[in-house]
């Protein structure tokens, strides 16, 4: 079940040092994602397209730029993470529906390394209304908006209702959060919601 294996595999997202004077900004209670509210308040108002790859994300409101390679499964049966070693890199994987297409769809990307800030260091920062634009190699450029921005300890991961659908086109975007410890890395993610409001 594809709740089960992010819930698994997003713990490895954890490479980050967290050596650095302020950690990631974490999201505000305001920004979380209402779940009493019903699913038809945050359908998107765009038509679900089609599959295709992803080629790159960018969400203005925080400087993301960012190409995205595939993330699988590793030996192990977790998920995969993008290199830490490049930290604008973001990955989506490939158990998930590409963004657009209806249904889920899933961006992870690492939080800081040792070098510093990483492609998502700054999603915790992320409010209600703000973008997420992620290109296709089809040529087209699948629009987002976000409506909850929410951390949860990796422990207690509510992986029904992070990748629950709602029947319209969805993204969460993830990386690590919480709080930290050099033996065990972050204990949570930050999780970012959204459904698709345009396409281009």
Not at 91 to 120: C, I, M, R, Y
Not at 156 to 165: E, K, L, T
Not at 170 to 183: A, D, N, Y
Request: charged share 20%; glycine share 14%; aromatic share 8%.
């Amino acid at each position: 079940m594809i709740a089960l294996v992010l819930l698994t595999g997003l713990a490895l997202i954890r490479n980050g040092s967290g050596e650095f004077d302020e950690g990631p900004p974490q999201p505000a209670s305001a920004a979380a994602a209402d779940s009493r509210l019903p699913s038809a308040v945050f359908a998107g108002t765009a038509q679900p397209l089609p599959y295709s790859l992803p080629d790159r994300v960018g969400i203005p409101a925080i400087q993301v730029d960012a190409p995205i390679i595939p993330v699988g499964l590793d030996v192990d049966g977790w998920v995969g993470a993008p290199p830490p070693e490049d930290p604008n890199l973001a990955g989506w994987f490939t158990g998930s529906v590409s963004p657009g297409e209806k249904g889920t769809s899933v961006l992870v990307g690492h939080v800081d390394n040792h070098q510093g800030p990483a492609v998502f260091y700054g999603l915790g920062a992320l409010e209600r209304g703000n973008r997420v634009e992620v290109a296709r190699k089809d040529g087209r450029t699948a629009v987002f908006e976000v409506y909850g921005v929410e951390v949860f300890e990796k422990n207690n991961f509510p992986g029904d209702r992070v990748y629950a659908s709602k029947g319209s086109a969805e993204l969460r975007v993830i990386t690590c959060g919480g709080g930290f410890s050099k033996q065990n890395g972050y204990d949570g993610n930050v999780v970012a919601f959204a459904s698709l409001v345009e396409v281009r």
